[in-house]
């Protein structure tokens, strides 16, 4: 199967500044690869260029079989990026944002409908207004919206800023699904933390560049493994094994 | 494209009812140019209406410029702008919903103007078809080169400055066609106010076409 990114010394260029200077990376479905860096070292740039949002000036670049050498927008409706901010309209409700990410796509209204309970954006917070939100909740209806689309690759950058500890533990969970769907997720962090227990792989970059790798520390999703009764908490003390 | 304009025009008219901006700012704005011309006129009925048609239309071009920059101010945060372009949405059904949308608030402006205008100057449309044709055509080539021109400023810093200078003399020749059309629609002059609309029409659709095909690149310029 071809990998669902594939670049060889590819070089992006940001305006005139070269964002990118030479990558090589390629990241395999069902993969979680992390991007790990100092500020500016091209993290951003990277997820950028996957999603087609920046031109691919020489090298190889591929992403789900489209060439970003000849063409860099004709990837970017199957691919979800969730950026610094979020993509919402302050005017539309939380559920309004979603249904139009979802209809542009052309899937039905209803598709957004189970992204937006899955992430807890029901009730009044289905209905409020986007630019009433806090930043966490905002980054929980963006994350709906990128769910709804199921794109075939996530990039993710920085999800973790901004959650509170219940939304970083369903985006591990998002994660897991996303990739046992097939999906492959790009997911650059300052926080590896939390980041690298999610990964198959770890990328470190500088200057643009793609400069270390390392085996990452995924393990089974902790709502995959089996729960254990603990005696002394009574029965409705179900633990689960870490 | 006609769906993806469909949805794209939907989402910037609910965002314009909730913001409410083009109710409180933009059509106050227009009925306050009508107001202020009138006064600097004086109260001589004769030149109220021989102003009356050319008035109208100034306050229409203004009132384009404002609609435009808010068409524009709805995509121009980095996460917005960036989901757009992201959303699988076809540029040119971006283009005609953006369009759509503020042609059909200035629609609806125009007549609140023609209201207007009808109790301030005392004038009387008197070949209607005539003037709902003018305002017709017109507002399909201000609302398109509106929003290509906005797309051309969109990524700048001075875009709100910018685009009333790029955008109003490319707007003159609409500015004269529908000031001549609706003195005519006035006079009752139906045949001399037609061809005006014979600038108005390959306007509307030069722009139209312009903007549907270079609007996908200039939003990747922007």
């Given at each position: 199967m071809a990998p669902v990114v594939q670049f060889r010394a590819a070089v992006a260029l940001a305006g005139r500044f070269p964002a990118l200077a030479g990558v090589d990376l390629s990241v395999q479905t069902g993969e979680v690869v992390v991007v790990l860096g100092a500020n500016g070292a091209g993290k951003t740039s990277l997820l950028r260029t996957c999603a087609g949002l920046l031109p691919v000036t020489s090298g190889e670049a591929q992403v789900l079989g489209v060439d970003l050498t000849t063409d860099h927008t004709a990837v970017r409706r199957h691919v979800g990026l969730l950026g610094?901010?979020?993509?919402?309209?302050?005017?539309?409700?939380?559920?309004?944002?979603?249904?139009?990410?979802?209809?542009?796509?052309?899937?039905?209204?209803?598709?957004?409908?189970?992204?937006?309970?899955?992430?807890?954006l029901v009730g009044r917070l289905r209905s409020t207004p986007a630019g009433r939100l806090s930043a966490g909740q905002r980054r929980r209806v963006a994350l709906a919206a990128l769910v709804a689309r199921r794109p075939a690759l996530w990039l993710l950058d920085e999800p973790h800023a901004g959650l509170d500890a219940s939304s970083r533990q369903l985006l591990g969970e998002?994660?897991?699904?996303?990739?046992?769907?097939?999906?492959?997720?790009?997911?650059?962090?300052?926080?590896?933390?939390?980041?690298?227990?999610?990964?198959?792989?770890?990328?470190?970059?500088?200057?643009?560049?793609?400069?270390?790798?390392?085996?990452?520390?995924?393990?089974?999703?902790?709502?995959?493994?089996?729960p254990v009764e603990v005696p002394d908490r009574g029965t409705t003390g179900a633990w689960h094994v870490a | 494209m006609w769906r993806d304009a469909a949805l794209v025009a939907g989402?910037?008219?609910?965002?314009?009812?909730?913001?409410?901006?083009?109710?409180?700012?933009?059509?106050?704005?227009?009925?306050?140019?009508?107001?202020?011309?009138?006064?600097a006129i004086g109260p001589d009925t004769a030149s109220l209406r021989n102003a009356a048609p050319g008035i109208f239309w100034i306050a229409v071009l203004f009132s384009t410029v404002l609609s435009v920059q808010r068409s524009v101010a709805i995509e121009s945060g980095e996460g917005t702008r960036d989901g757009l372009r992201l959303s699988g949405i076809d540029p040119a059904g971006i283009f005609l919903g953006k369009a759509a949308a503020v042609g059909l608030q200035l629609l609806v402006l125009q007549?609140?103007?023609?209201?207007?205008?009808?109790?301030?100057?005392?004038?009387?449309?008197?070949?209607?078809?005539?003037?709902?044709?003018?305002s017709l055509l017109a507002t399909v080539g201000l609302a398109s080169a509106g929003v290509l021109y906005g797309a051309l400023s969109a990524g700048l810093r001075v875009r709100d400055t910018l685009l009333p200078i790029l955008v109003l003399p490319v707007l003159a020749p609409v500015l004269l066609a529908g000031s001549k059309a609706w003195q005519s629609a006035l006079d009752g002059n139906a045949s001399s106010g037609a061809e005006w609309l014979r600038i108005l029409i390959p306007f509307a659709v030069i722009y139209l076409v312009v903007g549907i095909v270079l609007y996908g690149p200039l939003q990747e310029a922007a």
């Open positions: 610094h901010a979020a993509p919402l309209y302050d005017d539309l409700s939380a559920a309004e944002n979603v249904r139009f990410a979802v209809r542009a796509l052309g899937l039905p209204a209803a598709a957004g409908e189970g992204a937006l309970e899955r992430l807890g998002l994660i897991g699904e996303a990739v046992a769907d097939g999906a492959a997720v790009l997911l650059s962090s300052h926080e590896p933390g939390l980041s690298v227990p999610l990964s198959d792989r770890v990328v470190v970059m500088g200057g643009g560049r793609i400069t270390d790798a390392r085996p990452g520390g995924r393990r089974p999703p902790l709502s995959a493994l089996p | 989402k910037d008219l609910r965002i314009e009812l909730r913001s409410r901006i083009g109710l409180w700012q933009v059509v106050p704005f227009a009925v306050l140019v009508l107001v202020l011309v009138a006064f007549i609140v103007l023609w209201v207007g205008v009808t109790f301030l100057f005392n004038v009387r449309v008197h070949v209607v078809w005539l003037a709902i044709a003018t």
